[in-house]
């Protein structure tokens, strides 16, 4: 059950973002726009609620229960990024806004952008992770909760190799290919 409330929380939230800024760029609709906009979190509240609701039955936890707390602690971390990049793209298209600006390549800039990655993906496991160990506390029985403190492990070991790859562009920044005439 819970992992399809998370595939129909993602559907949701991306619903909630379209809806909103249809409403804000194609209906004209400011107001409604920003409400519709503000409903995402919701989506994180019901979520986190059935996953409490489900281990607080009895159930053994098992990993979509730990996908749960990585989902809200991901769309906590990227969510406003992702609605800020889908919200410049309907201004172009719909409201005459300026061409969204492609992220750089190469150079300090794009190990700047890595790095800020990362800084979101770190918060996004500080998030994660208190939700996993709340869920743990909650229980109180480790035999019952190995599957969340598992997903700990992995999520921290993913963290780990994000961190080695998005800060090797800062020791070594992308260079652009040099011109075939220059001299």
């Avoid at 986190?48 to 971390?77: M, P, Q, R």
Wanted: contains cysteine.
């Amino acid at each position: 059950m819970i992992g399809w409330l998370i595939v129909g929380c993602e559907i949701g939230f991306w619903v909630f973002v379209l809806a909103g800024l249809g409403a804000r760029y194609v209906l004209r609709m400011k107001k409604t726009g920003a409400v519709l906009l503000l409903c995402t979190p919701i989506i994180d509240l019901i979520l986190i609620a059935a996953a409490v609701i489900d281990l607080s039955s009895g159930k053994e936890a098992e990993f979509v229960h730990a996908i749960a707390a990585i989902y809200i602690g991901s769309t906590i971390a990227f969510g406003h990024k992702m609605i800020q990049w889908a919200d410049v793209r309907f201004a172009h298209r719909y409201a005459g806004g300026p061409t969204p600006v492609k992220p750089a390549k190469l150079g300090k800039e794009h190990a700047k952008n890595e790095r800020k990655g990362w800084y979101r993906h770190l918060l996004a496991w500080t998030i994660g992770c208190c939700l996993l160990i709340g869920m743990i506390e909650m229980i109180g029985d480790g035999s019952r909760t190995a599957e969340l403190l598992n997903a700990i492990r992995y999520w921290s070991l993913i963290l780990a190799a994000d961190f080695v790859y998005s800060f090797s562009y800062t020791l070594r920044p992308r260079k652009g290919k040099e011109s075939e005439y220059s001299s």
